[in-house]
Nanobody, 125 residues
Framework: QVQLVESGGGSVEAGGSLNLSCAASGRSFSRYGVAWFRQAPEKEREFVASVSRSGDNTYYGDSVKGRFTISRDNVKTMVYLEMNMLKPEETAVYYC??????????????????WGKGTRVTVSS
C-alpha cells in the first residue's frame, strides 16, 4: 500500500513556473514507477510525466516536453514536478500516481495502482 499526497499547487500567470511535490508513504516506494497526471474541467485525466523506480528513466507527454521536469528522491520518498512556461490551458488538478512501471503509466492511467487526491494549478492569461 502506498499513500500519496500532492502539494505545491497554486495560481500563476502564463509563462510562470510552479514546482509540485508528491510525498509518498508506505512500503517499498522504490518499487513503483510514479507519474503525474492532470485533469482539467470536463476533460479526461491525461498523462503529464512519469519516472522509473530508480529515477534513471523519464517519460513526458508531448505537450510538456522541454518545459516540465520530473524527478524523485527515494530516500525522502518524494517525487517532484518542475513546471516552466506554463500556459492557461494547463489549468487543472494535478495528480500523483504510482504503478508498476513508469513506461506503462505513460501509456494509460489504468496502470496506476495508487492515486493522490490532487493539487490544483491555475494559470491565468
Amino acid at each position: 500500500q502506498v499513500q500519496l499526497v500532492e502539494s505545491g499547487g497554486g495560481s500563476v500567470e502564463a509563462g510562470g513556473s510552479l514546482n509540485l511535490s508528491c510525498a509518498a508513504s508506505g512500503r517499498s516506494f522504490s518499487r513503483y514507477g510514479v507519474a503525474w497526471f492532470r485533469q482539467a474541467p470536463e476533460k479526461e485525466r491525461e498523462f503529464v510525466a512519469s519516472v522509473s523506480r530508480s529515477g534513471d528513466n523519464t517519460y513526458y507527454g508531448d505537450s510538456v516536453k522541454g518545459r516540465f521536469t520530473i524527478s524523485r528522491d527515494n530516500v525522502k520518498t518524494m517525487v517532484y514536478l518542475e513546471m516552466n512556461m506554463l500556459k492557461p490551458e494547463e489549468t487543472a488538478v494535478y495528480y500523483c500516481a504510482a504503478g508498476n512501471r513508469a513506461a506503462e503509466l505513460a501509456k494509460h492511467r489504468g496502470y496506476a495502482d495508487y492515486w493522490g487526491k490532487g493539487t490544483r494549478v491555475t494559470v491565468s492569461s
